[in-house]
């Protein structure tokens, strides 16, 4: 079945620094690879998604990468900001679950100011 | 626009109990997915309903069940309650049966002691 492999498991920054991390999958199949922001107490946000049609998207600070080649995909957050400070979680569809989104285990994103 | 809602936010069960949690999806969702986040990992999946029918499960024995009703609102279920089933539940409603993107509520956290 698929798995996702996400790291760094934590990254801090400097305030105004350039954030990146990734994952990997293993199902070639997967077609769909969004991006989720989760903030103390709340449910998991999407904040960026890419499709396996694409290479890059971006949006404002936020921008994906996909490798499908070596399948693997990045998030680039630049200008960081203190309230980017949460957890990021990747995700790629599974089609051993009928296409469904298998998670990466998270990263801790801290924003120093 | 009405996000996901889940009731109850919070919930306290002995070992042994069942329990059942509720969702509303998103305005205009008509799909309903069931996670579960253990505490410092991803969500996993557990199962996914549309048109009242389920469609797709991940790998989680048959006491964890679960309805969608007309209305495109959803219960889960949780039979003869073990200790590792306390978690965060999410709730993620979506467009259709494609890769649209999932909307979480906040959860549901359950602790069985």
């Known amino acids: 079945g698929e798995n996702v492999e996400q790291h760094p498991s934590t990254l801090s920054v400097q305030e105004g620094d350039s954030a990146v991390i990734k994952c990997t999958y293993s199902?070639?199949?997967?077609?769909?690879f969004p991006w989720y922001k989760q903030e103390l107490g709340k449910g998991p946000q999407l904040i960026i998604d890419i499709r396996s049609n694409v290479g890059e998207k971006k949006d404002q600070r936020i921008a994906v990468t996909l490798n499908k080649t070596a399948k693997h995909f990045s998030l680039h957050i630049t200008e960081t900001q203190p309230e980017d400070s949460a957890v990021y979680f990747c995700?790629?569809?599974?089609?051993?679950?009928?296409?469904?989104?298998?998670f990466g285990a998270g990263t801790i994103l801290r924003v120093k100011s | 626009e009405t996000g996901v809602t889940q009731s109850p936010t919070h919930l306290i069960k002995t070992r042994g109990q069942q329990v059942t949690l509720r969702c509303s999806s998103q305005s205009g969702h008509n799909t309903v997915s069931w996670y579960q986040q253990a505490l410092g990992q991803g969500p996993q999946f557990i199962f996914q309903y549309y048109r009242e029918e389920e469609n797709g499960r991940g790998n989680f024995p048959p006491r964890f069940s679960g309805l969608q009703f007309p209305n495109y609102s959803s219960e889960l279920n949780v039979n003869a309650l073990e200790l590792d089933d306390s978690a965060l539940y999410l709730c993620?409603?979506?467009?259709?049966?494609?890769?649209?993107?999932?909307?979480f509520g906040n959860g549901t956290r359950l602790t069985v002691t």
């Open positions: 995700a790629a569809t599974s089609m051993e679950y009928g296409n469904k989104l298998v």
């Open positions: 199902d070639s199949a997967s077609n769909y």
């Open positions: 993620a409603s979506s467009r259709g049966l494609s890769n649209s993107p999932l909307h």
